[in-house]
Nanobody, 112 residues
Framework: QLQASGGGLVQPGGSLRLSCAAP????????MGWYRQAPGKQRELVAS???????NYADSVKGRFTISRDNAKNTVYLQMNSLKSEDTAVYYC????????WGQGTLVTVSS
């Protein structure tokens, strides 16, 4: 139900924009978040946005990533700039609390 898209291969310093369309029943009643899971590591929350548009970021992405939401489209976005090799991971969207069913995620690979 939570389908992330927009991943791919990008060089260090490059940019990508991820999108996630959510069912209205989830999107309209929750803050939303972007999570990532790198190989061999636990899934972590990297950015969240409340229903009112307040945002929070993990220190590792602050100043480089921007989360936004389009309430008319039930879609949450993650603009990722100045990408680093350590940003390589599978990215997922979910509620701010991670309590919806997890989708497949989208792979982001940062490599030269």
């Amino acid at each position: 139900q939570l389908q992330a898209s927009g991943g791919g291969l990008v060089q260090p310093g490059g940019s990508l924009r991820l999108s996630c369309a959510a069912p209205g029943s989830i999107f309209n009643n929750n803050g939303m978040g972007w999570y990532r899971q790198a190989p061999g590591k636990q899934r972590e929350l990297v950015a969240s946005i409340s229903r009112g548009g307040n945002t929070n970021y993990a220190d590792s992405v602050k100043g480089r990533f921007t989360i936004s939401r389009d309430n008319a489209k039930n879609t949450v976005y993650l603009q990722m700039n100045s990408l680093k090799s350590e940003d390589t991971a599978v990215y997922y969207c979910n509620t701010r609390w991670g309590n919806a069913s997890w989708g497949q995620g989208t792979l982001v690979t940062v490599s030269s």
